[in-house]
């Protein structure tokens, strides 16, 4: 058992009204540590968001205001990653692929220098605490086709579109 911390982490969020539903957008110690679509089947959990504080974060908020304009491809925020070593590695592979494209898990899998591991990115893609910043969206199956998207498939064909992924 680890030994527990000495100074509690403070957590707050703001929610941000999008094309795509209203996003909560958590802060801890002014970095974003999660951006959840609301009714996203995995990912942070709104009980660990904290207090609510709509004045959070101004710089993401305009940012994504951007992106959904379709003025904006790529983010400048402080972000901080919480996940396993693999987890992180995963993400910040996924926050490589270019706006207007997409990869397959495959790609990810080699590009973290996991072959043999595209199950274990799709789980990791899964657990994105950060979407659309870390463009989980981006990825489909090797087939070429949507494949799933904890947000829903609507909101990912809504977002590959956005960026002229899909005609």
């Known amino acids: 058992m680890s030994p527990a911390p000495t100074t509690a982490t403070v957590r707050r969020h703001a929610v941000v009204e999008s094309p795509i539903g209203p996003l909560a957008l ?3 110690a002014g970095a974003l540590v999660a951006l ?3 009714g ?3 990912g942070p959990v709104p009980t660990s968001f904290g207090a609510r ?4 974060l101004p710089h993401v908020r305009e940012q994504l205001g951007e992106y959904f304009a379709g003025r904006l491809q790529e983010f400048d925020a402080d972000v901080v990653l919480h996940g396993t070593p693999f987890q992180v590695r995963v993400w910040n592979a996924l926050a490589q692929i ?5 990869g397959t898990y495959g790609q990810v899998a080699r590009a973290v220098g996991a072959p043999r591991a595209a199950q274990a990115v799709g789980a990791a893609n899964g657990r994105n605490p950060i979407s659309l910043l870390v463009p989980c969206h981006r990825i489909i199956g090797a087939n070429g086709r949507l494949t ?13 579109r956005l960026e002229g992924a899909l005609l």
């Open 148 to 160: 799933g998207y904890a947000g829903g498939m609507e909101r990912k064909e809504y977002l590959l």
């Open 53 to 56: 504080d709509d004045s959070l």
């Open 98 to 102: 270019p706006y207007g494209t997409t």
């Open 40 to 42: 996203a089947r995995q």
């Open 26 to 28: 958590v802060e801890e």
């Open 36 to 38: 959840s679509v609301e």
